[in-house]
């Protein structure tokens, strides 16, 4: 999927069967201000959390999606799907151009992201760690990176 086309970029953020409201609200605080667009969560759905000082909810659309079918039939038009995830195959952030338009997935500490988010995934990244992170963390790691001051922008 190509997004020449498209002249405004924008990202979004969210975690597919995350586990603790902690983890999404410490998320949702760090995309406010890293400067996503939107945050979503698909499966498990939480309310405002304490962790989200920032009041991010109110501050950027939060989307839910009940399954990945329903979300990915969401994506927004041009955007990439990038999924978090260890995995062989996956490029490492360090080398990741971003797309300018896109949608970052993180799955769940313990079980990453499923089967089907990683087949429907346009790009795969994974960062040096010899274990998974927090999903928060993680996700806060893609945000730093993608603001990073390099002609890395597809």
Not at 26 to 35: I, K, S, Y
Request: proline share 4%; net charge neutral.
């Amino acid at each position: 999927m190509s997004t020449d086309n498209f002249e405004h970029e924008f990202f979004g953020i969210g975690i597919q069967n995350g586990k603790t409201p902690e983890n999404l609200g410490v998320l949702w605080r760090t995309a406010q201000n890293l400067g996503a667009s939107f945050i979503f969560t698909i499966g498990n759905r939480y309310a405002k959390q304490s962790s989200d000082t920032h009041h991010a909810v109110k501050a950027m659309p939060y989307f839910h999606y009940e399954t990945f079918d329903d979300f990915y039939a969401n994506l927004p038009k041009g955007a990439m799907l990038v999924g978090v995830e260890m995995k062989d195959g996956s490029v490492d952030l360090e080398s990741f151009n971003h797309p300018r338009r896109c949608v970052y997935l993180l799955g769940a500490e313990d079980h990453g992201l499923s089967n089907r988010a990683c087949e429907k995934s346009h790009h795969l990244v994974q960062f040096k760690s010899t274990k998974s992170l927090n999903v928060a963390v993680a996700g806060s790691i893609v945000m730093y990176d993608r603001n990073l001051p390099k002609p890395r922008m597809r």
